[in-house]
Nanobody, 122 residues
Framework: QVQLVESGGGSVQAGGSLRLSCAAS????????MGWYRQAPGKQRELVAR???????VYAGAVKGRFTISRDNAKDTVYLQMNSLKPEDTAVYYC????????????????WGQGTQVTVSS
């Protein structure tokens, strides 16, 4: 069974930093793009950042210059380094990946992690 497991959330004061990790596991043929989304209370889930298999990145305007997404293909892991955190960054952060399971290679499915809480206090 293919899954994504996140870690690294927590509470921090404004201006602080956190690093999220998300590891893919299971019988995987290929991992394509990976990303992070977030959902604040009462709001829709929104894109934070994405990274392609070749390393190309996309960031939401609200986090550009403060957050950095990266991936370690050898470890099937994606990271989100969050610096200069603001109270408005408070949300549940979800890892997302488009992966091809080994039992259905070349057929891409979308996977989500369970979510990790990030709380930034002023």
């Amino acid at each position: 069974q293919v899954q994504l497991v996140e870690s690294g959330g927590g509470s921090v004061q404004a201006g602080g930093s956190l690093r999220l990790s998300c590891a893919a596991s299971g019988s995987i043929f290929r991992i394509n793009d990976m990303g992070w989304y977030r959902q604040a209370p009462g709001k829709q889930r929104e894109l934070v950042a994405r990274i392609g298999s070749g390393g190309n990145t996309v960031y939401a305007g609200a986090v550009k210059g403060r957050f950095t997404i990266s991936r370690d293909n050898a470890k099937d892991t994606v990271y989100l380094q969050m610096n200069s955190l603001k109270p408005e960054d408070t949300a549940v952060y979800y890892c997302n990946a488009h992966m091809e399971p080994r039992h259905t290679p070349y057929y891409e499915n979308t996977y989500w992690g369970q979510g990790t809480q990030v709380t930034v206090s002023s």
